[in-house]
Structure formats: C-alpha cells, structure tokens
C-alpha cells in the first residue's frame, strides 16, 4: 500500500487531486482510498488531504501520519506547516516550485521532486494569477514521480470526472509529467526528521474554552498575493473594509484604507469589490 | 422562617430571587410561564435586581444566559417540553463553555400528540448534553435544590449548567406549603457569584471556537471530570444547607425502608410521594418493601445505586417515559450500573405516569406486588392497565 498526503490551501484544489488520484487508480485496476480533512473552513487555510492506493482493500480508516509520498500544492506552506511531518525515509517530498528540487529541506534519505505547476497551470488558462488551478499538473507531476499511477489512467480520469476544462487539464497534467524534476535522498538540505508531539490536555485552558483571542492569529501567513491599494483613485467608500472577510483593512486619520498586513490572507475579496477598482493584488515573491 | 402556600413554579421564582439573579431570559411556554412571570414581577417591583431579557424564542433565551454567564452574572431560565427540545443545541454549548446557568424544567409530554402532562420524555432526551439534572419531589424540595444548584453550578470544579426539574401540575400548578428562607441566611449560603468571566467587555477573546482532532478531546474530558465531582461536592453543599435551614433532601439517591427489603421501587420526581406512602400501608401488613428516589439523575450517582443492590432482593425502576427501542431510561441506567457492580438483583422497568397519567397508590402497589411474586418483566407499560376518565 502506498500513502500519499496532499498540502494545500482552501479554494487550489488539493481534495480534488486526491479524489482524482483515486479515480485514476482505479481505472488503473488498484484499489484507492482518498479522503480530506478539513480545518477552519476559509479560502486559503491549509487543506490536508490523503490517498491510499492498493492491489488489495484498504483495511483502514484514518489520517495519514507516516506517508510515502508528501506532496505540497503551495511552496508558501513549506514555511508554515510541518509537511514532512512522518514522511518515511526514502519516500518522496514532491512540491510545486520554480526552484530546483536540490533547494528543498527534507529528510535524510527522503527523495525531492520540483514542478513549476502554476507556469503549466496558467499557461493553459487554469484559474487565475491569483488562484491558480494546479492539481492536475501536480497530478502529472505525481505520475512520473512515482508511477503510483500511469499517465493514461490519469488523463482518462481527467477527461472523466474534471467538470470544466478536462482538455486544458489533461495537457496540464501532461506537462507536469513531462516538467517535474526528481533528485534522489542525498541531494539538497537535509532536515531532521520532525515529529509531532501532542500538547497534552493540562497545558489547556483550565475550565472555559479557548480563551485565546483570533487578534492573535496572523492569517498572512497563508498570503501569496498582497493587495496594493492606489489612494488616487480611491473614493473613500468603505467597500474593501465591510467585504474584507478578515478585518484586515482600517481606516486612516483622514479617512483612507490602510492594510492590517499580519491578518490580510490575499483572497483578493477587496480588490474584486473595490468599484473604482484601485486595489492591485501584487503576487509576494 | 416564612412559610408560604406556594406553587412548585413560584418556588422556583422565589428560589432565582433569593439567589439575587443577575440576567434572566425566557420564553413563555405551559406549564412553566407562571415561574418566569413571577420573576419579572420581583423585577418590576424592584424585589429583583436583575435584567430581564426578552426574547422570541427559548433558543435565544438559553444564548443570552450563555452570554451572560460567560460575562461573569448569575442566570437562570425556566422552560418545558417543546421548549427545552428547541434548546438542544443550546444546551450543548452552555456546557462545553461551562456555563453555570441554572434553569428550572417542568417536565411535560413531548408531542405529537400534543399533551401539556407530566412526562420525562423531554428532560430524558437532553441527558446527554452535559448538564447536570435534579428531579424535585416536592414544592420545598424545588426550593431549595434551585439554591444548592447555583452552589454546584458556579463551583470552580464544576463549572456547569444545572436542570431542576419538576412535574408538570403535580408540582408547577400544586399549592403547598414552602419554607422561604431569609434573604440573609441565604446570602451566607449563597454569596454573589465569584468573579470568573470568560468573555470580558473590550478584551476580544474567541468562546468554543474552531479546535481541532488535537485539542477538542481535551475538553471534553475536562467536562467529563468535571461533572464526575458533583456527588462529592453535592454532599458538603447539602450539609452546610442543612447547617443554615435544618433541611437536607438525602444527596443523589435517599432511600426509604430498603434495610432487607425483598422489593425495592426507584421513582422520580413527585412518583416519589405516593410510593412513600405506598411503602408505609405495605410495611404495616407485613410485606417487606422500600424505595429510593433518584433525585440526581446526571451525573448517575452509581455507587448509591450499587450499594442499594446489596441490601435488597429485587428493584424495579418507575420511568415516566421511554426509551423507544430499550426500555425506561431510569431503568437502562440503574441495570447499568449494577451490570459492573456486586449484586444483581433481578430488576424490572415499570412505565408509569406517561403524559399525565395518575400514578396511583393502586398501580404502585400491583408494581410492589408483581416484584414479590418474584415475577420480574423486562418492559411492564403499567398505565394500559388502569382505566382512566379525564374530566374536562
Ligand atoms: S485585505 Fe483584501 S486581500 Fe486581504 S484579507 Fe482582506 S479582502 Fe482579502
Ligand atoms: S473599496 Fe476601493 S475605493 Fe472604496 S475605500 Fe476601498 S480602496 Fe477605496
């Protein structure tokens, strides 16, 4: 049985992959399992999702703590999230990045795989700067790493089961298969291990709930795109700051927005409503 | 010491007014209205400090006692039946925040068909949500267990919400006569609440928000140690009670002539009082009967139950609802208890009193009896047994 665990954001698409994972195994004659587990439920939380892939059934039911394939949809959530969290040792870490595969941090022993998924992505008119729509290339990128699926089976469940643009999606994969660089264990920064250790119930607020105020969780982590608000052309007319779902944006001395940048997630919400449309969404490098 | 001639309901209002209640909230349904009309009498006339919040529906009510609690005040609501139901989800929350509100439950039949009697069915159905629930026999015994309940409520090991609960007409329409204790003696009982908010004004703090697979066991667990501490707690809040008013209501589970009895009946709620007398008739002819009335039905006072299984031959367990596809909860719950204890004497579910049924002296007896026959059912519906004429 092989494992597979997907890091994504809300809204990329990363269930997806892992659904059409499955039904490309299946077409495959394996047997697949594929499932999500969901956080806070807001565009651009991280999004975790499993694969589990088999000749015989899958006799199991639960998350994926020791995967052999790790794969990260958004290079930003190498930062944050503890991705190789278990990874087994000559597994593969395999991430969407315009960097070179030698650049990634894992594991000893742990193989490293780069595709430029968004390039393919947008460069065959899958979702936008913004929120680009990689899984499928990812998926391609997948196949070729580690043959858990053929690239046939792949791009027939593309065309299948992916309701809008299956052909674009199907040369998106195919470019992934052909684009994704793979370096073996020895190559590039190696990380310990991690593990996770589990904060135990007394260092809990004792008593009443979580206490601990949202003031204090900085969703910019899950920023990729920054909005850039032109003043010149702004009419003061609050619309950014009553759609900003994060309460990112305050008002100036003289009545100009103004970003609360450690709690703006780059939806780009703002900038879509703004109606002289003078907010600019500048992707972070 | 005052005696009034009191309704089960007034009792209850008066008990949330000698508590000195910060925040009340309620929504009217039969049987309960006259408990918080009363109340917002008391703060009408000023012999309540107290806001009263009004609300449009019992959802709403239970959320503005959530609030307040969290804000630090002393509240209570009353409610019934239907009521209580559409505050399932509500109820869940006052707990898992642990929020000490105390609310009155005057226990009626759940529709359809429609039925304003006495029935358990609606406080049998939110056992599971955490709160803590006490089954009041009489007028005096509403009183004060609403008094002991903001004591247990608002504890720092406990930290819960309670339910007092009481029969429909049997005690909310019943008049009797109430001790009403001294608003000074029951300020030394019951001092104003300590300060403990969760939610402070101008501090943003999130209450039970999204947690994750890693933490909300966590909680869970600190609910269920929590409400595993009443019974201990509940005998040192009875004593000093005692202390104060020379009355004790005998903790989670007292018992009535039980020494070597061959049938033991467990009752709640007003069942109670006939089988007493029941038992008394019986004694005196000679046949070997006693009774235990479950007054602390969550947490299930397991040790009492064990330790009365020792001392008996047979138990039958009185419910006043049912548990569709099982038997009386009351029943379910007392065969747990014995399954991982000592003794197992054989043991009956007898369903009585269903939506407002008499339980009569009649019926108590013929239960008595078919125990010492040794014949123990499962499942007895003794109500289909008893003609019955409703007037009016
Ligand atoms: S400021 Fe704009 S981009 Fe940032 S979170 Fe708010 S709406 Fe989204
Ligand atoms: S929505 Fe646009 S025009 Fe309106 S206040 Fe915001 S930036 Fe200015």
Known sequence: MIEIRFHGRGGQGGVVASELLAQ????DGKIPQ???FFGVERRGAPVTAYSRIDDRPIALRTSITAPHVVVVLDPGLLATERVTDGLKPGGLLLVNTTHAPETLAAPGGVRRAAVDATHIALAHGLGTAMLPIVNTAVLGALARATEVVSLEAL???????????PEENRLAARDGYL???TVDGTAGPSVPLPTSP?????SLPEGPMASLSSERIHTAAWRTFTPVIHLDRCTKCNFCWKFCPDDAIEFDAVGFPKLRLEYCKGCGICAAECPPKTIEMVAEV | MTMKVLSGNYAQSYAAQLARVQVISAYPITPQTSIVEKIADFVASGDLNAQYVKVESEHSALQVCISAAALGARTYTATSSQGLLLMHELLHWASGVRAPIVMGVVNRAVAPPWNIGADHADTMSQRDTGWIQFYAESNQEVLDTVLEAFRLAEHPDIRLPVMVTEDAFYLSHTVEPVDVPEATLVDRFLPPREPHAILVPGEATRLGSFTGPDHYVDFRKQLADAIERVPKLLGKIEEEYRALTGRSHGGALPTYRVDGADAVLVTMGTATTTARGVVDEMRAAGHKVG????RLFRPFPDDEIRRLATQ??????VDRSYTFGRMGPAATEVSA???SGGARPPLSSFLAGIGGRDITPHEVRRMYETLLEGRTPTTHWEDLEEEVTVHG
């Open chain 1, 24 to 27: 490309a195994a299946f077409l």
């Open chain 1, 34 to 36: 594929s499932f999500p």
């Open chain 1, 155 to 165: 791009s027939r469940a593309v065309e299948q089961f992916v309701p809008a643009r």
């Open chain 1, 179 to 181: 684009g994704v660089r």
């Open chain 1, 198 to 202: 589990r904060v135990a119930g007394p």
């Open chain 2, 291 to 294: 009774l235990a009335k479950l």
């Open chain 2, 312 to 317: 008996v031959g047979r138990i039958g367990v």
């Open chain 2, 337 to 339: 208890a014995l399954y």
